[in-house]
């Protein structure tokens, strides 16, 4: 199956700095990426839909200033946490979808998540 | 809108025995339908879905799950379950060709030894 690489694993970092997550696509082309959050114990939390070349669409209640969304190439999207706090601290996810299959039925392939810790 | 309902927060059950993973779900039109497995710390992992066809629909690790248009239900099932099934799983639909996903609030299933 497609799979959807995500970096890195976990970060630590202090309060009031950014971090970048990654996410890569490594045997297709992903035209949309989708970035999930999901808190202890809890399900995803769709934040945003990262498309190709255009900006990216973000879920109601979501800081698109806060969470900087880039998908710059077919194989990579991008989620900088910008200026950090504690309450950020969470798990993200991305996904995609492999246009060869399952852009027509749907399933989406995830990264293995970044866990955040924001100090 | 589409909407999915995992009832259960947790599922026990022995090893050995088979389980049952409840998911309802309502969309307007044809739902797509699928279920995710996550080990602790990591991404979800697909495991089935259902799109059309047989209501049966079988996936990975020796599960399958049963599409119900009259009762929108489309639960998880495993004759015997392992030690290692033991994970959270979720539940999601999709409704035709809309892009959204919705996923479930999530299962947590513990098989005992």
């Known amino acids: 199956g497609a799979v959807v690489s995500q970096h890195p694993s976990w970060v630590i970092c202090k309060s009031g700095t950014s971090v970048k997550i990654e996410c890569r696509s490594l045997?297709?082309?992903?035209?949309?990426m989708f970035w999930y959050r999901q808190f202890p114990k809890q399900s995803l939390m769709l934040m945003a839909t990262?498309?190709?070349?255009?900006?990216?669409?973000?879920e109601q209640g979501v800081e698109k200033d806060k969470f900087l969304i880039n998908h710059a190439s077919l194989t990579l999207s991008t989620l900088t946490v910008t200026s950090a706090h504690p309450e950020d601290s969470s798990f993200y996810i991305c996904?995609?979808?492999?246009?060869?299959?399952?852009?027509?039925?749907?399933?989406?392939?995830f990264g293995e998540g970044s866990r955040l810790t924001v100090l | 809108a589409q909407s999915v309902a995992q009832p259960e927060d947790q599922v026990n059950v022995a090893e050995g025995n088979p389980l049952t993973v409840k998911c309802t779900y309502s969309v307007s039109g044809n739902p797509y339908l699928f279920w995710y497995v996550q080990y602790p710390n990591r991404g979800l992992q697909f495991l089935l879905k259902?799109?059309?066809?047989?209501?049966l629909v079988k996936g990975s690790y020796g599960f399958e799950a049963e599409f119900n248009k009259s009762q929108t239900s489309f639960h998880l099932k495993k004759p015997s379950a392992l030690v290692s099934d033991s994970a959270l799983y979720f539940c999601?639909?999709?409704?035709?060709?809309?892009?959204?996903?919705?996923f479930g609030t999530g299962t947590k299933l513990q098989v005992i030894p």
């Open positions: 045997d297709f082309q992903a035209t949309t």
């Open positions: 990262s498309n190709e070349g255009s900006k990216a669409t973000y």
């Open positions: 259902y799109i059309t066809g047989d209501n």
């Open positions: 996904s995609a979808r492999d246009p060869s299959t399952s852009a027509r039925t749907g399933e989406l392939f």
């Open positions: 999601a639909v999709r409704e035709g060709s809309y892009q959204k996903v919705t």
